[in-house]
């Protein structure tokens, strides 16, 4: 099993450096050697970094008066009027920095600044489509899946033969148990907290993970993109509707030990509450991590502003700093959001307490 | 960006920032009378500041 998982990861590995190319990637579109507006440069760039992208773009360099980038293009699979189209993302690029268009059987498609994919027909006509393509976010979260599928899986196993885990069990399990003791068992109580457990671990370790990619150099800020936070936030949302028992409705239709009127107006009110409670967790999420690539950028870009020796090394010890707290607040932010999920399902979950006057 | 939008976005930061100091200083003066439940005060001041600073960025992000 363990030469398998070598060979297996030697063998990805070896696929993804053979496919680096030279491609001359369409980039970030300035008039680069004229006169460099140092605003809109630093505008692009950090679009550039805190934007979804359809390639690995690496570095660019100047050769003999022309840049050349340096970028590992993904796929690209779209599914439109019943044809699934798969093609690699360096066809909307020539070999001059210019978006082309890509033309399959009767469908044109064309890439734009923002990189969404627009598609028209041979008579100009607008098409929609479903994309699916693989793009940097979609990479990140599939290797944060596979780290957590071999080494949660691994730590698992290694439980049936003797009860004191080795490697990388011994940093995992405390945090393990950490959440049943003192997340899940306290808010769920000690009836139901096994059916949530493997939900909770998994939504903690999702984002703590996929946090932490988001802060090494080549990563891909995944929890950027509202959608992933949406995804995170409607599955809690479901998992509350869904497995919920009669006091909870009891409590948000008809909520006992309150005067008949007050009955009628909190009803609408704690419905509203079902969706803003899941509806606050992407926010808080989402919010928090953008706002902290954000200041980061925001602070890296000064060092071009100010182009001297005292300001870039101050501007770059304060974005140290702040990265450190980023640390931080990947974790803390995971916490937090398991924690509040776990508030959700032991408020789904509870027994009827009688009313003591 | 229209100049009351920013002010009530100033406002929401300022009392973000008084609720999670409040929260802060009761939560230390708390552990100074009790040492010995230091673990679970931080634990609560922590989910409070979250919850707080939720509310503080939803208002900026509606900005």
């Keep these: ?20 190319n030279n491609s001359y990637a369409g980039e970030y579109e300035l008039n680069t050697d004229t006169d460099r507006d140092i605003r809109k440069e630093y505008k692009a760039f950090k679009d550039h970094h805190l934007k979804d992208i359809h390639s690995f773009k690496f ?13 590992f293009p993904l796929p690209i699979i779209i599914y439109c009027q019943g044809n699934l189209d798969v093609f690699m993302s360096s066809k909307f690029y020539n070999s001059k920095n210019k978006r082309v268009e890509h033309k399959i059987d009767d469908r044109v498609y064309k890439i734009d600044y923002h990189e969404h994919i627009i598609a028209r027909n041979t008579l100009g006509e607008p098409l929609s ?8 976010n979609v990479v990140f979260i599939l290797l944060a899946f596979f780290i957590m599928f071999f080494v949660f899986g691994k730590m698992a196993k290694s439980y049936k033969s003797n009860p ?19 997340i899940a068992r306290p808010n769920i109580g000690e009836k139901h907290y096994k059916r949530y457990m493997s939900f909770l671990l998994t939504v903690f370790f999702f984002i703590w993970f996929v946090n932490l990619f988001g802060l090494t150099p080549l990563g891909s800020n995944v929890t950027n993109s509202i959608a992933v936070t949406a995804s995170l936030a409607i599955l809690t949302y479901l998992i509350t509707t869904f497995t919920a028992n009669k006091n909870y409705w009891g409590h948000i239709f008809w909520m006992p030990g309150v005067p008949t009127p007050m009955k009628i107006i ?9 969706i803003i409670k899941p509806f606050s967790l992407m926010i808080r999420l989402y919010a928090n991590m953008t706002a902290g690539h954000v200041v980061l950028m925001s602070i890296l870009g000064l060092i071009f502003i100010f182009q001297n020796w ?3 090394t101050l501007s770059f010890g304060l974005a140290f700093a702040l990265a450190l707290l980023e640390l931080l607040v990947c974790a803390l932010q995971a916490y937090i959001f398991t924690m509040l999920s776990a508030l959700y399902f032991g408020a789904a979950v509870e027994e009827h307490h009688h009313e003591e006057h | 960006m229209e100049i009351p939008a920013i002010v009530g976005g100033g406002l929401v930061v300022i009392g973000a920032g008084i609720g999670i100091g409040r929260i802060g200083g009761s939560a230390l003066e708390a552990m100074a009378r009790q040492p010995e439940l230091t673990g679970k005060i931080q634990t609560v001041m922590l989910i409070a500041a979250a919850l707080i600073e939720g509310i503080g960025f939803a208002a900026l992000f509606a900005l």
């Design chain 1, 129 to 136: 489509i479903v994309d699916l393509s693989i793009t940097k």
């Design chain 1, 310 to 312: 005292l300001g870039g």
């Design chain 1, 266 to 274: 909190l009803a609408p009110i704690e419905l509203l509450g079902t």
């Design chain 1, 164 to 182: 004191i885990p080795r490697g990388i069990g011994r940093f995992l399990e405390p945090i393990v148990l950490y959440i049943r003791d003192d």
């Design chain 1, 1 to 20: 099993m363990n030469n398998i998982k070598t060979v297996t990861f030697i063998a990805i590995l070896t696929l993804f450096i053979s496919c680096l």
């Design chain 1, 59 to 71: 570095f660019k360099y100047k050769k003999d008066d022309k840049t050349i980038y340096v970028s």
